[in-house]
């Protein structure tokens, strides 16, 4: 059964940084393509940043150069480095990833930004 486990949410003033977590389990973690996705309130839920196998990592546009997603297998987690965090960044934080064409997703961990 696979589970993903997001922590490391809270609340920043503009400017900070946080670290998220994802833990994986059930799931072979170094073969899997894995990804951070946000939902604020009122919206749809984006994709923030993906990473492959390879560790080869993507950003949409609005957080390239303030946040870095990176893994490590052995601890079979995720992680998304957040920085100089802007009130717009307030969601709710998700990683995902995808199994035979199906997706899985933790239950999401919240970051506030705000003054």
């Known amino acids: 059964q696979v589970q993903l486990v997001e922590s490391g949410g809270g609340l920043v003033q503009p400017g900070g940084s946080l670290r998220l977590s994802c833990a994986a389990s059930?799931?072979?973690?170094?073969?899997?393509?894995m990804r951070w996705y946000r939902q604020a309130s009122g919206k749809q839920r984006e994709l923030v940043a993906t990473i492959t196998t390879a560790g080869s990592a993507d950003y949409v546009d609005f957080v390239e150069g303030r946040f870095t997603i990176s893994r490590d297998n052995s601890k079979n987690t995720v992680y998304l480095q957040m920085n100089s965090l802007k009130p717009e960044d307030t969601a709710v934080y998700y990683c995902n990833m995808r199994r035979f064409g199906t997706d899985y997703w933790g239950k999401g961990t919240l970051v506030t930004v705000s003054s």
């Open positions: 059930g799931t072979i973690f170094s073969s899997r393509v």
